[in-house]
């Protein structure tokens, strides 16, 4: 994005030096349609500086927790930046709505869903959420901080949890478990400090929501979303659905999994190795493997969707492999000025973290795809859309698959657990959703409360074949692996849907490989200039996750398993 309202040297540093251009924009005199254009557009610019700034020092604090400085530099911008941008922001958004030019210019592609998002944010505002919204976030980074630390010593050797992970993996069943129980045992040994971090999110987040006029957070956080094509009660409707025609499969793969490794109990620790007793897979020796085996994957789809990462790779816009101090989890975060976004991952060498790559990848080729909108705000799409890019190009890439797996073999059975693993991470959003759900409806539990529910939900989408004998109190804490939990609030449900959106979006790619492609492509380049049912519509399936529709979707995944056999 070419500057045209900043000074191109323009940096941010401090309030007083930004305060001069909201200043600007609230008290400029707008006198016909076109101004209100080129005030929007301003606007926009400033904003996409701001949001660039915040994601470095957001994305530097992760890749190395350890470091006071990049955490002071972040909480700089939480604390000190943000907070004086939010009632301005308040304002222009007032200033905005109450223009007697905005009906003409609401006809025009995109600011429709643009202006109903201003006056939803009109709706929410409370001046007294501004510092409990800076304490949120400044708590929140303490999650990344306690996790980045955790470690288990393997051989001798220090590694993060993620690498210990591997292991798992393993043939030796014996090896298995002593790993596994290392991994719980550094687990646990900060689940008090965890479960205390949590008590303080949920405490702020409720007084955020009753502050904002809501009986609780989950339905603020519903409005503050942007959630107009659902309502919670399509959410517990999705989980019936889950419970009703996807658990099953868990059982039989569970059971299969049981008999193929011939033992009398399946244990946690029996989850991840090859149930034929083969050696775990590796799909690449290292982060430049990944990601130049990554690139050519992309390239075999679509030439444009290699020169997106290509780009990134020249830009130093990746960090992909795990290592002690880093952040757990893996994003892609845009980057709203320059264009071109930042992939952060803790990779290792298994199918899971080539799927995420690929999955990454899928987010920041829509970010390309959007870079030519208008306006920051056309741009910033919602949860269910941005995850159905994401999903959509696991799927889509499987067919360049045999760049990672030459064997033929390897390839069939990257692609039968890859789809195995699809199938149980519905079951697991629908767990995560549901629990959060009961959370922040009952936000005084007490801790025992907590775990109680937890083992309720975890009950109702889970196998009934692994024995938890003895690990009872691992599984009482499994959901604080969950990052989404502390940093993100309620931004899980969409992963459930964006999977059956992109499970639609690979059978029409396989039934007609350049149409199926087009249309996932304009789709993602509608950014949010449209309403999430008609995004999905231009690609050319549905908005739906009706059991009806769920039950469609899975026969047509447990078919294409059948065919891998």
Same mark, same amino acid.
């Given at each position: 994005m070419? !500057? ?22 609230l008290? !400029?005199q707008?006198?016909?349609?076109d ?9 926009? #610019?400033?904003?996409?500086?701001l ?6 020092r ?12 990049l955490?002071?530099?972040f909480?700089f911008?939480v ?22 030019y905005?009906?003409?210019v609401?006809?025009l ?10 006056q939803?944010?009109?709706?929410i ?37 993620q ?11 014996a ?17 008090q400090k965890?479960?205390?971090l ?20 989950r ?30 499969f868990?059982?039989?793969f ?35 493997d990944?990601?130049?085996?990554g690139i ?6 679509d ?8 780009t ?8 992909? #492999? ?7 989890g893996?994003?892609?975060y ?27 990848g ?6 390309f ?8 705000e ?5 949860? #269910?859309?941005?995850e159905?890019?994401?999903?959509a190009?696991?799927l889509?890439?499987?067919?360049q698959w ?20 699809l199938i ?12 959060q759900?009961?959370?922040y ?5 007490s !801790? ?18 692994t ?13 604080? !692996? ?18 059956l ?9 396989? #039934? ?22 008609e995004?999905y ?5 549905k ?6 529709y769920?039950?469609e979707?899975?026969?047509?995944v447990?078919d294409e ?5």
């Open positions: 070419e !500057r045209k309202y900043l000074d191109k040297s323009f940096k941010v540093t401090d309030w007083p030096s930004l305060q001069p251009y909201f200043d600007e924009l008290d !400029r707008i006198t016909n349609k101004e209100l254009i080129s005030w929007f557009h301003d606007r926009s #610019e400033l904003e996409a500086v949001s660039e700034d915040g994601a470095w957001y994305i530097s604090m992760t890749c190395d927790t350890t470091d006071d400085k955490r002071d530099d909480n911008f604390q000190e930046i943000q907070p004086k941008i939010a009632p301005y922001s308040d304002k222009l958004n007032r200033k905005a709505v109450a223009s007697p905005l009906d003409e609401a006809v592609p995109g600011y429709n869903i643009m202006i109903r998002e201003l939803k944010e009109i709706e505002f409370r001046e007294e959420n501004i510092p409990l919204q800076t304490e949120l976030q400044t708590k929140a980074q303490q999650y990344g901080r306690i996790s980045g630390a955790m470690t288990v010593e393997i051989n001798g050797e220090e590694k993060t949890l690498q210990a992970a591997v292991e798992l993996q393993k043939t030796d069943r090896w298995r478990q002593q790993v596994y129980h290392k991994i719980s045992a550094r687990r646990l040994h900060d689940r965890l479960d205390g949590y008590d303080e999110l949920i405490s702020l987040r409720h007084q955020v929501g009753q502050n904002a006029g809501f009986a609780n957070y339905d603020y956080m519903f409005k503050a979303m942007g959630r107009f094509d659902y309502t919670p009660r399509d959410c517990f409707d999705f989980h019936a659905a889950i419970a009703s025609e996807v658990v099953p868990l059982d039989e569970a059971a299969d999994r049981k008999q193929k490794l011939a033992i009398s109990d399946l244990r946690p620790w029996d989850k991840a190795v090859d149930a034929e007793g083969r050696p775990p897979l590796e799909a690449f020796a290292g982060g430049d990944l990601l130049h085996k050519a994957v992309f390239n075999a789809i030439p444009f969707f290699g020169q997106c990462l290509a990134m790779k020249d830009m130093g816009r990746l960090d992909l #492999e795990s290592r002690k101090g880093k952040a757990p893996g994003y892609n845009p980057l709203a000025e320059t264009g071109v976004p930042f992939i952060f991952m803790n990779a290792t060498s298994t199918l899971r973290d080539m799927v995420t790559l690929m999955h990454e899928g987010h920041a080729v829509h970010a795809l959007c870079d030519n909108l208008a306006l920051n056309f741009k910033s799409t919602p949860s #269910e859309v941005a159905l890019a994401s999903m190009m696991e889509i890439s499987m067919d045999h760049i990672f797996f030459p064997r033929e073999e390897d390839l069939l059975r990257a692609k039968r657990e890859h789809l195995e693993q149980e991470t519905l079951p697991w959003v629908a767990t995560i959703d549901k629990f759900h009961w959370v409806e009952n936000p005084q539990h !801790r025992n409360d907590r775990v109680e529910q937890w083992l309720a939900v975890f009950a109702q989408f889970s196998d009934n074949v024995d938890w004998q003895g690990l009872e109190l691992n599984k009482s804490y499994l959901w604080q !692996r969950q990052l989404h939990l502390y940093e993100v609030p309620f931004y899980y449900i969409e992963y459930g849907m964006a999977q959106g992109a499970i639609a979006v690979w059978k029409n790619y396989k #039934e007609n490989p350049q149409k199926g492609l087009r249309g996932y492509m304009e789709a993602l380049r509608l950014g949010y200039t449209a309403t999430i049912p995004i519509r231009a690609a050319g399936i908005f739906d996750f009706s059991r009806a769920i039950k979707l899975m026969q047509f447990k398993l059948e065919a891998l056999r």
